[in-house]
């Protein structure tokens, strides 16, 4: 698809999304919901699930923004036992998107996420919504398997207009695996915001930041384990929560790293930490395009990361930073001492980075889906 580019009457946007925490995706949200609305557009946020920090943000910014506190359906309650009250409460809600789509009728829903594209957007097809983008960010989730998933592709392909990616790797997954048409596959790289106190990746001793939510597909346990093979290893920050804190607590001191890791909590923008430190490392087995390699490039830090999904199409191996393979601790601790032993290679890549982050702008990025919108709707 070639884009339009013409301007033309404001539209009206509902962007949806499962919820409103700290995460890459719900930061590029805002920050998409936030230019568009500066373009004049009429731009609504759907939360399916629950809110969080960002809907602060987005509130301050006078976008309407409805949390519906969906849970699944299901027909067991918290306590485990069968409860059909649960199944009629959540279907309920469902259909409470449903009237406000109809209500709202809107130009274009545009879906987040696996819990949006699978719920959202048919809730969209059948109000009527004549635009459905289904937005496919971040690493692929769990794939159900059988009748289950051939229901859900079934749904989500003849729910979506579009399919909308952050990366190639993404989009070639989506042709390759789920049969989608090449057609009907477009892709649009996030925007990263300029970053006006810039890091000095050349000051000793080196010290490196993570900024990504505890859960297992980030990678942190290798992370550890890369750090435990380095006779003087850098201290480490980790920023951010989740569900494998007590994991990586109990991993770092049995690794003896108890004062070289730091597990430092979340944070509501992580960019605000970036010039304190000298690298930033993203050891994921999974991602889309992540913030959190783009925001540090931007800061003009070098990045050691995996080559997992876009992260290649960022990452340029040996001249903005260093890429390894995925589950792979001795190759990573192998660039952990690459870059920490060496604070002009840092100085060099973290330029590169920057002058590379620089060229991805939040603005280009909204031009860019209002574009896409507009083509659609023709």
């Known amino acids: 698809m070639t884009p339009a580019r013409d301007a033309g009457r404001p539209l009206r946007i509902a962007l949806s999304i499962g919820s409103l925490q700290v995460g890459g995706t719900e930061s590029q949200l805002v920050k998409l919901a936030s230019r568009l609305a500066g373009r004049g557009h009429d731009v609504h946020v759907i939360v399916v699930c629950r809110g969080g920090p960002y809907e602060a943000n987005l509130r301050s910014l006078g976008i309407p923004t409805r949390v519906f506190g969906y849970g699944g359906l299901r027909l067991r309650d918290e306590t485990g036992r069968r409860s059909l009250r649960v199944l009629i409460t959540e279907t309920r809600k469902l259909l ?26 048919p809730l969209a097809w059948a109000a009527g919504v004549p635009v459905r983008v289904n937005g496919r960010r971040g690493a692929a989730p769990p794939r159900p398997t059988g009748l289950l998933r051939a229901v859900l592709d079934f749904i989500g392909h003849h729910s979506s207009t579009l399919y909308l990616t952050n990366c190639r790797a993404q989009a070639e997954r989506l042709v390759r695996e789920e049969k989608v048409p090449p057609h009907r596959v477009e892709v649009i790289a996030n925007g990263v915001e300029p970053h006006e106190r810039r890091a000095d990746p050349s000051r000793r001793p080196a010290r490196g930041i993570v900024v990504a939510n505890l859960i ?25 929560e989740g569900s494998e804190r007590d994991r990586l607590t109990e991993l770092i001191g049995a690794r003896g790293l108890d004062d070289v890791v730091t597990l430092a909590g979340a944070v509501p923008d992580a960019r605000d930490l970036l010039e304190h430190y000298e690298f930033a490392v993203l050891p994921s087995h999974g991602e889309g395009m992540p913030n959190a390699v783009l925001e540090a490039m931007a800061a003009g830090l070098p990045v050691i990361a995996t080559a997992v999904g ?6 340029s191996d040996g001249v903005t930073g260093i890429l390894v393979p995925a589950r792979a601790p001795a190759d990573l601790a192998a660039a952990i001492e690459a870059i920490a032993g060496d604070p002009l290679l840092r100085s060099r890549m973290g330029t590169a980075g920057r002058e590379h982050a620089e060229r991805l702008s939040v603005d280009e990025c909204a031009v860019r889906h209002e574009s896409v919108y507009r083509t659609l709707l023709r």
């Open 96 to 121: 409470a998107i449903w009237s406000h789509l109809r209500r709202l009728r809107p130009d274009v829903c545009h879906a987040f996420l696996f819990t949006c594209y699978t719920h959202v957007l």
């Open 216 to 240: 297992a597909y980030k990678g942190h346990a290798d992370l550890i384990e890369a750090l435990a093979l380095l006779a003087t290893p850098p201290p480490l920050s980790l920023i951010g």
């Open 310 to 315: 876009g992260v290649p199409e960022i990452v």
